[in-house]
């Protein structure tokens, strides 16, 4: 039997049913994983970040940004000599 060899769907569903042995999942763990699908997740949506939260992002990236600037200055002087 070659690589290239193109099986029929019928054939390929017996030897593959041949190969693998079909089992029998617990009965405790089907009705577990019913009742997670069935119900809905046990999670909370947070709500819209205050004002706070804003200022504080958009202060840290002010001062990260300009800490940076400084930074990359300071090298360019120093390679520059």
């Known amino acids: 039997m070659s690589a290239k060899e193109i099986f029929p769907v019928d054939e390929l569903e017996t030897r593959l049913m041949e190969r ?7 009965i405790e763990f ?3 994983l019913k009742k ?3 119900s809905p997740p046990d999670t909370t949506v ?6 706070k939260t804003g200022f ?8 990260g940004g ?8 300071k090298l360019v ?4 000599r």
């Open 66 to 73: 300009f800490v940076l600037f400084a930074l990359i200055r």
């Open 20 to 26: 693998f042995r079909s089992f029998e999942p617990r």
């Open 56 to 63: 504080v992002i958009l202060t840290g990236g002010l001062l």
């Open 36 to 38: 997670r699908l069935g």
């Open 46 to 51: 947070a709500g819209q970040p205050s004002w």
């Open 77 to 80: 002087r120093w390679f520059s």
């Open 30 to 32: 089907v009705d577990h």
